[in-house]
Nanobody, 127 residues
Framework: QVRLVESGGGLVQAGGSLRLSCVAP????????LGWFRQAPGKEREFVAT????????EYVDSVKGRFTISRDNAKNTVYLQMNNLKAEDTAVYYC????????????????????WGQGTQVTVSS
């Protein structure tokens, strides 16, 4: 079964940056809308960012707008989440997710609609 593999998490001081990557070996990557979600200790998993198949549309949860950037490289089967000006409240396990779609410009906020998930990568921001 195809799985997504995240990397790039770690420990960083508040105000610092990290770039998460998610690769999908063996997947027809360009056929999938992609998303990043996160789950903080004791909280529900929440939507962070999504990007359309073409990369032309993106959307973010309000709390990360202006600080996080989602991007994709379909040739490398990779999606990225650049995280700048990190805050303690960004501490969470971050998951990438993929949903197969024939529509090139849709984006997707809904956790339940994604088909494939990674195992998660821990991001810890110290204040």
């Amino acid at each position: 079964q195809v799985r997504l593999v995240e990397s790039g998490g770690g420990l960083v001081q508040a105000g610092g940056s990290l770039r998460l990557s998610c690769v999908a070996p063996g997947l027809s990557f360009s056929m999938y809308v992609l998303g990043w979600f996160r789950q903080a200790p004791g909280k529900e998993r929440e939507f962070v960012a999504t990007i359309s198949r073409s990369g032309g549309r993106t959307e973010y949860v309000d709390s990360v707008k202006g600080r996080f950037t989602i991007s994709r490289d379909n040739a490398k089967n990779t999606v990225y989440l650049q995280m700048n000006n990190l805050k303690a409240e960004d501490t969470a396990v971050y998951y990438c997710a993929a949903r197969l779609t024939h529509l090139t410009e849709i984006i997707n906020y809904s956790e339940g609609s994604y088909d494939l998930w990674g195992q998660g990568t821990q991001v810890t921001v110290s204040s």
